[in-house]
């Protein structure tokens, strides 16, 4: 996945690092029956998606949440097609 990202964007590894882990800790695993943030939290992350309806929205800036939300959907993309 990381590798992927690298290639497909560009730059060093270094620069996708935090989006990859934040799609692997958030995204289901058959092993534990959730994702290892709920196993870990006891409860489901807020997602970029749930920032505005808070009004994080105001603090991070709006831009940065699409930015965020479109990266999150490219690295689930990816990982659909890497687990193909």
């Not at 992350?45 to 479109?70: F, K, S, Y």
Request: proline share 4%; charged share 25%; aromatic share 8%.
């Amino acid at each position: 996945m990381l590798r992927a990202c690298v290639l497909e964007d560009g730059g060093t590894w270094s620069k996708h690092l935090h989006l990859i882990e934040f799609a692997y800790n958030n995204s289901y695993h058959s092993s534990i029956g959730m994702a290892p943030y709920e196993a870990l939290y006891g409860r489901k992350c807020r997602t970029p998606l749930c920032w505005t309806e808070v009004g994080d929205r105001g603090v991070l800036g709006p831009e940065i949440i699409q930015e965020t939300t479109l990266k999150i959907k490219s690295v689930q993309e990816k990982m659909k097609v890497a687990q193909s």
